[in-house]
């Protein structure tokens, strides 16, 4: 097996990567916790189960890829960090490609598995609005208050504040992380996003994770309804979360991390030193 | 009392392993968290409580067994170490029928347990569909809208996707993990299935945790409607998980873990170094 | 600040542990979700944030304690530790006493800060059972369809499942957990044991924090019924979490913890090994 | 990019402390989770969500501030760590001052975000009582069986327990915690007060995080009726919680850490001791 295994190795670290990122956003998706309430009418679960799905998904997609890539599975996350720096800008646009393909893959898989529960619940007919309608089960739509600039407002806030914790998870100097941790708490991140800023619009906060699954509903019957609903909203979970996202790295930026001394020095860290060395006291007892 | 429980010691390793497993499935089941819905009418919990209870229920499976025999506490994940070389094949049928035998006891003790709700909610009658079905407490039948291809179409996707998480869980390559996280984030993942893939068929995922608590059912008196019921449904759930676990499991092979280097270079983990090096040196300047 | 308190120190361990064992099960009964999902009318909470508020104030009544007593806050875990050696006989009645008076001002202090709600809710009659029924907030009381002997079996099997798992956290040769992982997992235990076997009689699980609010609400103006209602169900809470927790203790030494070879040599504790191994060399990188 | 943030580097220590504090409870105000269930009248979530939303705000608040001023993100803290020689009284009014800046600023974005959502709600009137009331969202009002005095004690008795568990958390000595869980487990302590003392008057807990937001719903347009209403009760959650703050971190104090060994000795940490002698034994068996 393992000598199998070995034959199909694949030495460029590129396409690894971007395997990587496919499949990190194949599993994101894959878990189609709104499938499930829309078509059991709400008997199979809740919002807050729709929102630990997408969250808990997340956290799963980030375990698969986290080794490899880096786990961004975000384009928006992608961007932000070749701005800082630290992702070269060459590897952006595939990157995202393969995101966007992991998201169809995944919107195809849940449509795979509802099959059945869709086509009863909406009785055959593949509808964007109305009481039946079921393309919200793949990507977003803004609800029925929301106007034009509402919506833009909401995902630039929104993905602002979502990838400003996404940088501080990420800064070092603003305090470690033990290793397996940091998945977890991006999942509770998006989790926060979820049950906080997720009903003017479902916080898409990634444009392949909405783009994908809209391309996929486009293409397996809801039809151009898709892209012309909340009056041609598709294109605003693609732009808003990039502007979003860059305000947020920025501001976390200018506000946090440009100020790090070199060697740290806040309260915070001095306490920890005290702790690690209290827990070798310990040690040392033994 | 150390020394009484010292001379009960039994040294074969093999009979320690399969007592491990079957305490191990035998609490995952004992959590009857359905148990309480069911009987309650809702008035002890929701969707979301017994996803909970399925998934807490498996975190400490893990904790009792994972010491001693790795805590498999499923036949598709055992076969699974087995195709990757990971576990002996001669171990496989002994572990599995350990597992048989934990949910068997399982069931029969969440059935003591709430022998008088049970009775009291189901009129005294045994039954497997209808408003006072109770057989859903104890283990997996398809939902109405739910066809046959459907059905093994869910069964192999959701056990697929769990396994390719099981497995990249595992890859130390892929990012290690704190000793203790691991049996947390299975549940974590049992949670996401539970929110996610549940509605069709219930994601039993587990050939041993359906049939084990089918069989009991058959012989406790919900009679042979059990293997009856969903036209003949109850072989699906044995089959199906087999299936999709080797595909999820070669996929995670093929697509991430056949490509490791041997020593770790990929960006994620060079990061981690140096994140190691910042804490090593916090602590160098105590 | 400081030279003030060290005034205040008290040498004696064994008073220090009281102290410790009677904040913790006060923190524990302190946090009153049931409270206010009873007097909101199930406005502010459901059954789940009920679950959720008692395996939370679990988990901080034993970060106050672990580190003076090791946070036993339940006389079953004292006496399952005396049985195994690992806690001195003598001990346990001043324990169990630090629990039972923690648990009476805990439910004290709910029934303060619950007082205008509770007024106002039972309409100023303190009740026992009925639609405006309050002592259920304090203290467990068997439902309609629970008989007798159903109670007996049911605290005896939720309780032996509870300290099985407890025991099988203690154990480090079952493999190593991170400092302050524990308590939240025991709290998750909690949980577990909340969401799947608390309807027939609300999981007690635990003499001093059944009793001990019981003893409150008869003093507090709900009277004798307290003890009388049941049929006398007072005892069974007191009763049946010793012999199941003795139970569950003694299984879990005889299936699990009596064959640990001394030096660990089970297949996940060499994994680990090799991770810890693996983990180095990543280090040794650097 | 690097040197650029450089050249924007302040190098006052208080300054950077300050503008942390900011962020940190602008991050944790900006988590809108009651807009969404107010607006939504419950089909974007319900009582538990808000919880989750307020527990998770705050936890991704800390990570940002963590490493820079040691997230107080509460003035109570501030003040109960003056008492105990841990934080510079000078500082006090500084960082309460930021925490009403952020606590201010984050509310104005919560209605920025969903400005669309409350006026189809209330119909564009911002009213503080009634079925259309939103001042809600950002600060808290008595329930109506509500006495004054129990209003009082509610929050003396909450942010007693609090700051207890909070100042326990921190104590070194009764266990030490992982890099990483402290936030974690601080919101954790919040979700525990939002289930089980949240029915009376939504726990503010935090004079900023409630005056803030109320400073912002006067100008906002809720006018002087949000300090009129309940009876003025507006400056109950400011002085109520400094009360109850500086009780629990005594009790905690008084009962705990003043009876601390210099050298640690309590049975648990001895334990931990072993724990760590046991796991050092396997990496040697490498």
């Known amino acids: 097996?393992?000598?199998?295994?070995?034959?199909?190795?694949?030495?460029?670290?590129?396409?690894?990567?971007?395997?990587?990122?496919?499949?990190?956003?194949?599993i994101l998706i894959g878990s189609g916790a709104a499938a499930q309430v829309v078509t059991s009418r709400g008997t199979h679960g809740d919002y807050l189960t729709i929102q630990l799905g997408s969250a808990l998904?997340?956290?799963?997609?980030?375990?698969?890829?986290?080794?490899?890539?880096?786990?961004?599975?975000?384009?928006?996350?992608?961007?932000?960090?070749?701005?800082?720096?630290?992702?070269?800008?060459?590897?952006?646009?595939?990157?995202?490609?393969?995101?966007?393909?992991?998201?169809?893959?995944?919107?195809?898989?849940?449509?795979?598995?509802?099959?059945?529960?869709?086509?009863?619940?909406?009785?055959?007919?593949?509808?964007?609005?109305?009481?039946n309608a079921t393309a919200g089960i793949f990507c977003s739509y803004p609800a029925d208050h929301l106007s034009f600039w509402g919506g833009l407002v909401d995902q630039v806030v929104a993905t602002a504040l979502f990838l400003l914790c996404c940088v501080a998870l990420e800064d070092q100097r603003n305090g470690p992380l033990p290793d397996g941790l940091h998945p977890v708490l991006v999942g509770a991140l998006i989790l926060t996003m979820g049950v906080s800023m997720g009903s003017n619009c479902g916080f898409p906060l990634n444009p392949a994770r909405d783009l994908g699954p809209r391309l996929f509903t486009f293409v397996a019957g809801w039809g151009e309804e898709v892209f012309k609903a909340g009056g041609g909203w598709w294109w605003v979970p693609i732009v808003a979360p990039f502007v979003g996202g860059l305000l947020g790295t920025l501001t976390y930026e200018l506000l946090i991390e440009a100020h790090h001394q070199t060697t740290p020095q806040s309260p915070q860290q001095e306490q920890e030193a005290v702790e690690l060395e209290e827990v070798i006291c310990i040690d040392c007892e033994i």
Chains 1, 2, 3, 4 share one sequence.
């Open 57 to 131: 998904g997340a956290v799963f997609g980030i375990f698969v890829a986290r080794g490899v890539s880096g786990a961004h599975l975000n384009p928006v996350y992608s961007l932000s960090l070749c701005v800082l720096g630290r992702h070269p800008w060459k590897k952006l646009p595939l990157y995202s490609l393969s995101h966007l393909v992991g998201a169809f893959l995944g919107a195809a898989t849940v449509y795979l598995q509802y099959y059945d529960a869709i086509q009863t619940f909406s009785g055959g007919e593949l509808l964007v609005a109305g009481p």
């Open 1 to 26: 097996m393992e000598t199998l295994l070995r034959r199909c190795q694949i030495r460029s670290q590129i396409v690894r990567e971007c395997i990587a990122e496919f499949l990190g956003l194949y």
